[in-house]
């Protein structure tokens, strides 16, 4: 079946602008997450959907950062005023949260940001 | 606070022989712990994981070993080939903490012909 997707692939913003970042995720799958991976670091957790329950948005940097999730499917991320520092990659997870031992979240290819 | 660090940014090996990627963490509440692979251009995949309830998973060419005390894991694929060259992060999380995965820095992997 078809995996996580994102869009867009890459995008190129002025700073002070405000972006959105779109994830789909599996289908069926009920857990969302999103991390974001800066140059030569490693993936950093920012927010963690789980079914109708209130999102996890502890690891968002700043209240530029927000994201929505939709119907329990689609996800969008939403960074306003965008500094340089938020340049990275956005990747997008979901998961089936079946079980903790066994559960494995799926990637998206990811949105490449950059802020001039 | 990097709570899961890779140490070694790189690795190159020859074709066939073993790699060793080396994973240390210092939350010792972490109860989980994954090898993701990442090629270029593309979102990490799920490698193996290992439950802090056991020190050893294997898969294929792939085994994973947990040393609690130390708080160190590691991942051997034997025998290495060329298309595992690519990123891998070791993750870690707390079972009761669901989603919350902590990722390495990556250690990029080359293997030689």
């Known amino acids: 079946g078809a995996g996580v997707s994102q869009s867009p692939s890459n995008k190129v913003t002025e700073k002070g602008k405000d972006v959105e970042l779109r994830c789909d995720p599996i289908?069926?799958?009920?857990?969302l997450y999103w991390y974001r991976q800066s140059l030569g670091q490693g993936l950093e957790f920012l927010i963690y959907f789980q079914g109708n329950s209130a999102p996890d948005k502890s690891g968002l940097p700043s209240d530029r950062f927000s994201a929505e999730r939709t119907g329990g499917s689609v996800s969008t991320l939403t960074i306003q005023r965008t500094q340089q520092e938020d340049s990275a990659v956005y990747l997008c997870a979901s998961s089936p949260q079946r079980e903790p031992s066994t559960d494995t979240q799926y990637f998206g290819p990811g949105t490449r940001l950059t802020v001039l | 606070d990097q709570q899961v660090k890779q140490n070694s940014p790189s690795l190159s090996v020859q074709e066939g022989r073993i790699s060793i990627l080396n994973c240390d963490y210092t939350?010792?509440?972490?109860?989980?712990f994954l090898w993701y692979k990442k090629y270029p251009a593309e979102g990490p995949t799920f490698l193996i994981s290992?439950?802090?309830?056991?020190d050893k998973n294997e898969d294929g060419r792939f085994t994973v070993f947990l040393n609690k005390s130390a708080k160190h894991l590691s991942l051997h694929i034997v025998p290495s080939q060329p298309g595992d060259s690519a990123v891998y992060f070791c993750?870690?999380?707390?079972?009761?903490?669901?989603?919350?995965?902590?990722f390495g820095a990556g250690t990029q992997v080359v293997v030689t012909p």
């Open positions: 289908s069926g799958h009920t857990a």
């Open positions: 993750a870690a999380q707390r079972t009761d903490s669901w989603g919350k995965l902590q």
């Open positions: 939350n010792s509440m972490f109860d989980y």
């Open positions: 290992i439950s802090s309830i056991k």
